[in-house]
């Protein structure tokens, strides 16, 4: 009982989420010779929406590039999103956390889905998110991933600029309530949801089995892969929205350091599969990588969430989050369209190269380089909290200046 509560009534140490995220995103690239992504599905899904209504997109170059054959389902992408909302959905379920909750602000609803469509937008053309251009990027050893970081946390810093404004926040909601707590009817039918919780494991146990017997095991290592990463984005509360935001408004670097743990391990497990034949996969180090990681880092401010954190408070019952997930979809099927009918390719990404930095500095530089500059980025943010002028570094300074000045006067 105590192991049950401490799995599921209490969220895990980041570091611990992390850290098995970065193995699990490595040991399914060794297995599959992909990698941990969701936009570039919600691209296809997307495109598959406009097929639904007539228009051809077959012949779209981004859709050329990321390919639309088959459906989610048929997809290993696919069943790494649909796993991430089960696996999330499932933990939810089973410790009772599942409500429907609206925003007491409506104007938050349209502010997330301007946020949704920027930052679907901005991933798209860096041919990546949070996860594939970011944290799967990085230990691919594309250096068009550490571009997308910089440009990336830069975006956030405008974004925090903009929701702290009085016009964009608007005037708070308040309302009067009880002093006593109420008894409400989501506690009272909260038995319900470890049964159900229980009833979709099955579910879900039932499909993986079914795609090994059917003889699709990659199937069955997307759904496996997938669900993973679901309870641990759920359970770790894993936002990279909050890793960078934290550090512009309060200086906390948790989730920031964090993530470089779960990379550097990512990093040694990936080039150990690298160097015994698995290949990498590198993205053009383009302007479109700068130009869509700013934009990205932007829009996931003004969305309150990335796609982990969307995709898992969007399983919480956050309405927020599904307008989020919607905007998303439209803008990275906006990108796929301007792709090449509005020339963004021929203007930001075309010609420019891919930088493998395994080919750059050689095999042991490589992993060297990258593990020494995850290793500054971890103390970096460590000496950015300490630091922060609302940190405790600078607060206890400032308090060591008063008493000293209070003991002159």
């Known amino acids: 009982m105590k192991l049950y509560q401490k799995i599921l009534n209490e969220y895990w140490n980041p570091y611990i989420a992390i850290s098995i995220a970065g193995l699990v995103s490595a040991l399914y690239f060794g297995i599959t010779g992909t ?12 495109g598959h929406i406009l097929q639904w209504f007539g228009v051809d997109v077959s012949q779209w170059a981004y859709f050329k590039l990321v390919g639309i054959e088959g459906t989610p389902i048929t997809r290993t992408d696919g069943w790494i999103v649909i796993g991430m909302l089960f696996g999330a959905l499932i933990t939810i379920l089973l410790s009772n956390s599942f409500k429907i909750r609206v925003p007491k602000q409506k104007r938050r609803l349209a502010q997330g889905f301007i946020g949704g469509i920027i930052a679907g937008f ?54 009067k309530g009880s002093v006593n707590p109420v008894v409400s009817e989501h506690a009272q039918k909260s038995k319900i949801q470890p049964i159900l919780g229980l009833l979709f494991a099955c579910v879900y146990t039932g499909i993986v089995i079914y795609f090994f017997i059917a003889g699709k095991p990659l199937l069955a290592v997307a759904c496996i892969a997938g669900a993973l990463f679901g309870i641990l984005i759920e359970r770790g509360q894993i936002c990279f929205t909050s890793a960078f935001r934290d550090l512009w408004i309060s200086g906390r670097a948790v989730m920031s350091k964090a993530i470089a743990v779960g990379m550097m391990i990512s990093v040694v497990v990936t080039f150990f599969y690298i160097q015994n034949g698995s290949i990498a996969i590198i993205k053009m180090a383009a302007p479109s990588t700068a130009i869509g990681g700013l934009l990205f880092g932007f829009g996931i401010v003004l969305a309150g969430g990335c796609e982990t954190g969307m995709m898992y408070r969007a399983m919480e019952g956050q309405l927020l989050y599904w307008v989020v997930g919607a905007g998303n979809i439209v803008g990275a099927t906006v990108l796929a369209y301007w792709w090449d009918h509005l020339g963004i390719y021929h203007a930001l990404t075309e010609n420019w190269p891919k930088v493998n930095l395994m080919e750059l500095w050689g095999p042991a530089g490589a992993l060297i380089g990258t593990i020494a500059m995850l290793i500054a980025w971890f103390f970096l943010s460590n000496w950015w909290e300490k630091r922060f002028r609302y940190g405790a570094g600078i607060k206890h300074k400032s308090n060591e200046q008063l008493a000293h000045r209070t003991k002159e006067a």
Do not use: D, Y
């Open 122 to 175: 901005g991933a798209r053309l860096a041919l990546g998110c949070n996860l594939a251009a970011f944290f799967t990027g990085v230990p691919q050893f594309s250096f068009h991933s550490w571009i997308f970081m910089l440009t990336t946390a830069i975006g956030t810093f405008f974004g925090v600029k903009v929701v702290n404004t009085r016009w964009w926040r608007g005037k708070p909601n308040l309302r």
């Open 35 to 46: 990698v941990w992504a969701v936009t570039g599905e919600f691209t296809r899904f997307g």
